[in-house]
């Protein structure tokens, strides 16, 4: 029989770098992954997307989708692995048209009254994302035992200009005219994306995901009163909805540009884990975000793809800041297509031999 110390340590030993910070303990080296991970700058990935016919149609493909997802953990070894899929599947499954057109981005059916809202239809949605739920699974069975599972969606707010918008978006005004022009209308919008998103968390969860992510991308582009009224207070209505059901599994959230708008964001909203873009500055980060059990980020993209002393540098820096913090390695944002993927595999083993040297 193993002693009490032996069965603590095995114990030590299986559990997740990820999980294990993100309930609040401290590593060195810091648990890795990125965000974009699967995609466009791996050949493999291009290789995988080229025979699915759409990208709407390889989200939609379990096998498929859990392949390219696991195409990084198998390259780098990464602490995490994200389900491939996309934060417009939702609106897609609720009812709206959506399609990715080469080289365009996203294109939306808009949605911008009031009126509009009866194309989305709650009812059938899980059914329709089901096949994410497939690729969890395919995941949560053939992942690595140290590597965690992560689900996501977008948060109301991001997800909402990309409904309204049509599409992608350089000032955003069309949805801050409706916004702010039209607070009852919109808020029926949002409602709606609170309660799609946290059902479908939970369904995540329920298909093997450990962690889940909250992207709110466009977080940056409202000034404060509204970035109170349509980021924070939407993400806690998910946190509270998420965790009626799931009451142990970390969220983590990513307000994107939000600034010194953080202050009081983990307290206010629930989550356990903040991702920091890459233009906030850690030491301020870290002393002004205790609420935050843990911190994310945020090595800057750019830094990805100049790789070298430019990167190793960044990195350096990173780790210092956060040192004696809990704190997960990640960018501010997602890996962009024109990265060199051997630049991730030299951003991994630099994380790992530097913050063993400073460990
Ligand atoms: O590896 C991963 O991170 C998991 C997969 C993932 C994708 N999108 C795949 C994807 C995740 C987590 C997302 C999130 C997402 N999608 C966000 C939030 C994070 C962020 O990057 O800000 C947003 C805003 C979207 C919406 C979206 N999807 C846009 C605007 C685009 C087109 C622009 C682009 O980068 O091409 C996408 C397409 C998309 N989503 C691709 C991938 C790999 C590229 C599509 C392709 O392969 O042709």
């Not at 114990?11 to 999980?19: D, G, I, Q, S, T």
């Not at 949002?190 to 946290?198: H, K």
Request: glycine residues 10%; hydrophobic residues 45%.
């Amino acid at each position: 029989m193993p002693n009490a110390e032996q069965v603590k340590s095995t114990a030590e030993r299986v559990a997740k770098p990820l999980l294990r910070v993100l309930a609040g303990d401290q590593r060195t080296p810091p648990p890795i992954w990125l965000m974009r991970q699967a995609g466009r700058y791996l050949p493999e990935y291009r290789a995988v997307r080229a025979d699915a016919g759409g990208f709407l149609d390889l989200c939609y493909d379990s096998e498929r989708s859990a392949e390219v997802t696991l195409q990084p953990i198998r390259r780098y070894g990464f602490d995490a692995a994200i389900v491939f899929a996309d934060i417009l599947l939702i609106p897609h499954a609720l009812g709206q048209d959506v399609a990715f057109k080469q080289g365009e981005g996203p294109c939306l059916e808009p949605i911008r009254k009031a009126g509009d809202l009866a194309v989305l239809r709650p009812e059938g949605m899980l059914e329709k994302l089901e096949p994410v739920m497939g690729t969890l699974r395919i995941l949560a069975r053939e992942l690595p035992s140290e590597c965690a599972l992560i689900g996501f969606a977008g948060a109301p707010w991001t997800v909402a200009t990309y409904m309204v918008e049509g599409g992608s978006s350089k000032d955003y005004l069309t949805v801050k005219r409706w916004a702010f022009g039209e607070e009852p209308g919109f808020a029926a919008l949002i409602d709606r994306l609170v309660e799609a998103t946290a059902d479908y968390l939970v369904a995540q969860v329920r298909a093997g995901a450990e962690v889940v992510q909250i992207f709110d991308t466009w977080a940056g582009v409202l000034p404060e009163a509204a970035f109170r009224r349509w980021c924070v207070a939407p993400v806690k209505a998910i946190v509270e909805r998420f965790r009626a059901q799931c009451p142990t599994v970390p969220v983590i959230a990513f307000p994107r540009g939000a600034g010194p708008l953080l202050l009081g964001y983990a307290a206010e909203t629930g989550v356990d884990g903040v991702s920091l873009d890459s233009a906030m500055p850690l030491a301020w980060a870290r002393e002004n975000l205790n609420d935050a059990r843990v911190l994310q980020g945020n090595l800057d993209p750019a830094l990805l793809v100049a790789g070298g002393q430019p990167m190793r540098e960044g990195i350096a820096t990173i780790l210092e800041a956060m040192k004696g913090r809990s704190h997960i390695f990640n960018l501010g944002h997602g890996i962009v297509p024109p990265t060199p993927p051997e630049h991730v595999g030299e951003l991994v083993a630099t994380v790992r031999e530097l913050a063993g040297r400073n460990g």
